[in-house]
């Protein structure tokens, strides 16, 4: 009935070292010893994995398995009965003469090319029987299957979290192609929608005012029409750029479509600080790309979203829109620096 017990829990083991807590103790129990190990096959070393005992014995040591008593059991593949280890010639005296072994048994794990072996130990001279040999085999024979087992069922488990990983990540793909415009990389006007409405409830409950910026990319159609789409696209691209540097991370970029751009952030103390430096930074970027034949110019208009605010991100949107259109108008005749309104 004990081996069945056992049996039965190793069924239930998923990783190995249940398995071996479980086979320690029942082989020193089943096999009415002083001691009991768990040795795995490491190539040509056996290594000591556990023990059970009432001294230690190997825990955690490797011998080559032409050195050992449970080498001797794999590589022959059947049980080992030695009533006196001092008087046979397969058993290294000098490992076992620190120990409180007298006698010993060794069965295999799994007869056929074998993976590990169980061993019972005894502090006086004792000549293991033939029961006691099968109860230590049939503990074997299910510990091969438990190990197996457990091997199944680690494969699962990695295919399981490789294929979650894949979902997620496509999921993170799609997810990105939802909200990211192609061009840009910059949020799309989803993307944007989404991203900025739990930026401004993370605001409402930190009590912070947020500042949109409406930014329109001056000039594309001329760019177009006189150095081809590509160049516009290079354009688009330019000022996406600038408005990552330009801006924090923390901040929300977004292109809209065509030529309109989205800037969600805290709120400056004077909006005319940020469309200056957003001047001063596309300034710069035309100093550095000064033989590319035309220049970036941008309008920016800027409307403050607070805490309290009861206005939607659209209605938002709209208020800056129109202060950029108030300041292109303004800028006209300028050479298109962006101007706060």
């Known amino acids: 009935m ?14 190995l070292a249940t398995v071996q807590e479980i086979v320690r103790h029942a082989a020193r129990s089943l096999g009415g010893a002083d001691g009991a190990t768990f040795v795995l096959r490491e190539n040509d070393m056996c290594y000591y994995a556990d023990e059970d005992a009432i001294a230690p014995l190997w825990k955690g040591m490797r011998f080559p398995m032409e050195k050992c008593i449970s080498g001797w059991s794999m590589i022959n593949r059947r049980a080992a009965v030695i009533p ?28 056929l090319a074998p993976i590990g072996a169980i061993g019972v130990y005894w502090a006086t001279h004792h000549t293991a029987d033939s029961y006691q040999i099968q109860l230590l085999q049939a503990l074997a024979d299910s510990t091969a299957v438990a190990m197996e087992n457990v091997r199944i069922y680690t494969e699962l488990e990695q295919r399981v979290r490789e294929r979650t990983k894949e979902l997620e990540s496509a999921n993170a793909a799609i997810q990105n192609l939802l909200l990211l415009d192609d061009l840009t990389g910059l949020y799309n006007r989803r993307g944007f929608k989404f991203m900025a409405e739990q930026s401004h409830k993370d605001a409402r409950r930190a009590g912070t005012d947020q500042i949109v910026s409406f930014i329109d990319a001056d000039g594309l159609k001329q760019v177009n029409d006189e150095y081809g789409h590509h160049a516009g696209d290079e354009l688009l691209k330019s000022l996406a750029d600038v408005l990552r540097h330009t801006f924090r991370e923390a ?29 001063s930074a596309i300034q710069k970027f035309n100093e550095q790309a000064a033989d590319r034949g035309f220049e970036l110019k941008a309008s920016c208009g800027m ?6 605010s009861h206005l939607s991100l659209d209605q938002v949107i709209r208020e800056a829109d129109a202060a950029m259109y108030s300041a292109k108008r303004a800028a006209r005749q300028s050479s298109g620096a962006p101007t706060a309104a």
């Open 84 to 111: 006196d280890i001092y008087a046979d010639p397969r058993v290294p005296d000098e490992a076992y003469r620190p120990t409180f072994v007298q006698s010993l048994a060794m069965v295999p794990i799994r007869s």
């Open 251 to 279: 901040d929300v970029i977004a292109r809209l479509g065509g030529d309109e751009f989205c800037v969600l952030g805290t709120a400056p103390s004077n909006g005319q600080v940020m469309a200056q430096r957003l001047a």
């Open 2 to 15: 004990a081996l069945i017990r056992v049996i039965q829990q190793l069924s239930f083991a998923r990783d």
């Open 303 to 308: 409307s403050s979203w607070s805490a309290q």
